[in-house]
């Protein structure tokens, strides 16, 4: 079975323009989180998605916002984009929301905003 | 809030030698995971070990254990026999029970492993 993928690997955008990020969770998993990890740093939670509703938000502005499909693929898309918003964006999917079943992490997109 | 803090932002060790990673955390939820995921250069998260907090046997697997410290919130890794293939960044992480894919991480330890 195919692990979680992210698309794209990598892209360059700048400042003040839209950017939306793609994962597919790994197959039977109903569940979609991602993480932004700034270089250097630990990732941090950004959106957790459960059966395509919200189940979970961390502490970001709100040009932040992620929604999941009936396949269970989620978008991650940021608006207004700023340098501070380069980071490595990861997805993680599990099976269920309620974190008894372990999570898998997807190889990230690396953004840069120039 | 939770919060996750790794104190060791670097660690070497020798080839087939032990070495053990530190983490400490602050929550006041009684129900909890912790975790050690791994991320070598290529990135790619991958999970470690996990102990579940109402378990007070540390979880092993394989050459890497944790010694989980309830009380004091501490969380440490030990990998013995190292090896080439353990160098990468490791990080700590803390999810409450019931809430999925939200984990709280720490800022990370870059070990290498000299051969």
């Known amino acids: 079975d195919a692990g979680v993928t992210q698309s794209p690997t990598h892209l360059i955008k700048t400042r003040g323009q839209h950017v939306t990020l793609r994962c597919s969770p790994i197959?039977?998993?109903?569940?979609v989180s991602w993480y932004q990890q700034v270089l250097g740093q630990g990732p941090q939670f950004i959106f957790q998605?459960?059966?395509?509703?919200?189940?979970g938000r961390g502490n970001f502005p709100d040009r932040f916002s992620a929604r999941q499909f009936p396949n269970y693929s989620s978008e991650l898309n940021v608006n207004a984009l700023l340098l501070g918003d380069s980071a490595l964006y990861l997805c993680?999917?599990?099976?269920?929301?309620?974190?008894?079943?372990?999570?898998?992490f997807g190889p990230g997109t690396r953004l840069t905003v120039t | 809030a939770q919060t996750v803090t790794q104190s060791q932002p670097e660690m070497s060790v020798q080839e087939a030698e032990t070495v053990t990673l530190s983490c400490t955390y602050d929550?006041?939820?009684?129900?909890?995971?912790l975790f050690w995921y791994k991320q070598p250069p290529s990135r790619q998260m991958i999970l470690v070990i996990r102990q579940e907090a109402y378990k007070q046997q540390n979880a092993t697997e394989n050459r890497f254990s944790v010694n989980f410290q309830k009380a004091a919130k501490s969380f440490s890794l030990k990998i013995s026999d190292s090896q080439l293939g353990d160098t990468a960044m490791y990080f700590c992480a803390f999810m409450k029970r019931g809430t999925g894919n939200q984990f709280y991480f720490g800022t990370g330890t870059s070990l290498t492993v000299i051969p």
């Open positions: 993680a999917s599990s099976l269920t929301g309620t974190g008894v079943y372990e999570q898998y």
């Open positions: 998605y459960y059966e395509k509703e919200e189940r």
């Open positions: 929550t006041s939820e009684s129900n909890y995971y």
């Open positions: 197959s039977g998993h109903k569940s």
